[in-house]
């Protein structure tokens, strides 16, 4: 194999890594997850662990 063809290899496996992880992350069964996530500013300032805004908490996971 000679250079130009361990590129194309690399470059095909770069997209494709790049489709799977796009799919990944706009799933709709994700929404509820990154919401969560985006909330997390707010609730770290708030000693109560309470969100601000009117937001709902997340679930919190004993572990």
Known sequence: ?????????ATLLVFLAFI??????????????FEDAALLPFLADDPTGKPKFGAKPAEKHDE
Request: glycine letters at 4%; hydrophobic letters at 35%.
């Open 1 to 9: 194999m000679d250079q130009d063809s361990l590129r194309a290899i």
């Open 20 to 33: 799977g992880l796009s799919f990944s992350v706009f799933r709709k069964s994700r929404k509820t997850y």
